[in-house]
């Protein structure tokens, strides 16, 4: 049995770290791709199994929220009719049913093993640290790791700081739970304390302010509702206070956390952390050895453990209220220092605060901006919005600045600028039942009589507590377009989801073989599992096509760049066929027909463009390009422009063609003039 949990461990793992690794910050298509095949396949494999040879429920526990995660599903291929980007609508599509899958994956692992869930959080542990220690590595050697890398902060492997600040927050929970939970053995719990300090070092250096406010409410949670607060605090407080001090040292080392820094002296400022990173694992290992010992040979009385536990809770009430007297005795006092960080906090016009980590203390960000943009959006269509992926496209008309951005850096306002108000009550609804089913799982009462606090419900909470820290951070920025940060926590989320009340799974009386036989002979379970293997084939063949006309447009450039023009044409309409809903397709068609002489199919081909998304300028700037260098006709370029410089207004793109189409068209005047 031992052998079988730790493979599903090292399964779940693999997992994780492969999203992680691979998809990196879920931006590239191609890698994006794969991970989604191969979470729906996953997903789809193990519906099917638990359908067949699954334990029964004695009702249908956490059905309402799949329901309702397979409604948004729809939704947002729904949304494919009316979005400015239809393209980008289908790849969102894609996405949200991976995430789908992964929310499937912990659903269906409770009918299958509901006694397997350390595999679960022993699998976001490991995976936390892993990615956590790999972000670390490119600090102590950048050579070999993180050559050419030119910022601070910690980002690899996604690419993105947040993200590896939010992965490293989430195991603290987890860590915390390992070394303070009565079951396991003791060198695990040992284990805890250089994990706890590790990964609060990555969280810091990755100079998250989210990541931290996600962390410490996960804390919150964890500390409120869990009883084993002494034992999690005897965990926490030498291995987070080791980890401030090695992260508080290394925001002095210029190496370390200033940007554009010569690779050798990060290599030199990577040799001294290195240095620290193992004295803070050799001195919190001996930590976590003792503790465990000195607890295993003499138990605390329950008073004394009550005792220590209030005043734990009396010392962590009394953190927001010494903040306040810091903040009442500075220059600006309570109200000042407050209204300054509520003004920085949501001034779009606020300076936005520097790339270090002087940004912890800073209540600045230009998350003002993405939110003010999208919520300008939503006030625009607010039914149904501009469809999935259309917050990047849409933004274009309403910003004030010159950033590009792909997303709103928050799930609930780019929600709302995607899906308009339909998506909003769906996603509250989700949350609300996902909620209700959370607390059934992990809930004091079930039943007539209250619940003790048993092994499973503590490691459920400790669940839970995945699920909030990567829900906060959401709430604040992008990290659920990042497999590597989605996949776990919604994982997680399904196994709540799933489990119902503790007793709400029949026993097993029969064999796997007994099972799946007498499932083969239940009709409605045949067409369930029929169903279920044709949606899996179905979701595969969609997420798999974008992919596949990206390929053939680059196959179709590479012709045309070698002059192979038929070939090229070829290519060309054969990326339009396999995504009829993008436009780069049709823009590498309409350059081979110019290519091969026959502007009025050019022509035709970016009006196509034009009407599949006459909502995004890009179209009409290169109808505008083609009229203007290809067909010679400075009208017909100044008349496209209008429209892009109305989607686009601060495109310098569309400013200098639309100039170069004036000037074209007032030559062209004055040439008539002399001739008349």
Known sequence: MRGRAALLTLALTALFLACALHA??????????RVEVGLDAIAGVLAILALLTGRRGEKPWGMVSLGLFGLLVVLTGISILWAIDPGAAWIETNRTFALLGAFVIGFSLVRLAPDRWRCLLGAVLLASVIVSAYALLTKVFPGSFAADEVYGRLREPYGYWNAVGLTAAVGIPVAAWLGARRDGHGALAALAYPVAGLLTVATLLAFSRGSLLAALLGLVVWFALVPLRLRSATVLIPSVGLG???????????????DRVPL????????????????????????????????DRKAWGSSTRRGWGVVLLVCLALVPIAGAAILATSERGFGGSVSKAWNDLTDPNAKA????????TSAGSVRSRYWRDAIAIFR??????????????????????????????GYLVQTAADLGAVGLAVTLALLAAWLAAAIRATGRWRGPR???????????????????????????????FIPGTAVPALACAGWLASRGAPAGLLPLERRWRDRLRASLRSPWRVLATVLMFAITLAVIWSTVQPQRAVNKDETAIDYLSKGELVKAEGEAQSAVSTNPLAVEPLFTLAAVQIKNGNPPAARATLRKAVKLQPAVAET???????ELNTAKDPAAATAALQPALFLDPRSTVARATFLLALRAEEKAKKKDRKKN
């Open 244 to 258: 401030i001090v090695v992260g508080v040292w290394a925001f002095s080392q210029n190496g370390l956390t200033d």
């Open 450 to 480: 209250p619940r003790e606090w048993g092994d499973e419900r503590i490691g459920l909470m400790a669940l839970l507590t995945v699920v909030v820290v990567f829900g906060v951070h959401s709430f604040i920025d992008w990290t659920w």
């Open 353 to 360: 605060p520097k790339n270090d980590p002087g940004r912890l």
């Open 620 to 626: 009409w700037i290169r109808l505008a390009t083609f």
């Open 380 to 409: 625009a269509r607010p039914a149904v919005g501009v469809g999935a992926g259309g917050y990047v496209d849409a933004r274009l008309r309403v910003r004030e600045d010159d950033l590009d951005v792909l997303h709103a850096h």
């Open 264 to 295: 050798n002296l990060r290599g030199n400022a990577g040799t001294e952390l290195g240095v620290a990173l193992l004295v803070l694992v050799v001195v919190l290992l001996i930590t976590g050895v003792v503790t465990a010992w000195l607890r």
């Open 24 to 33: 990196s910050g879920g931006l590239q298509l191609q890698t994006l791709t």
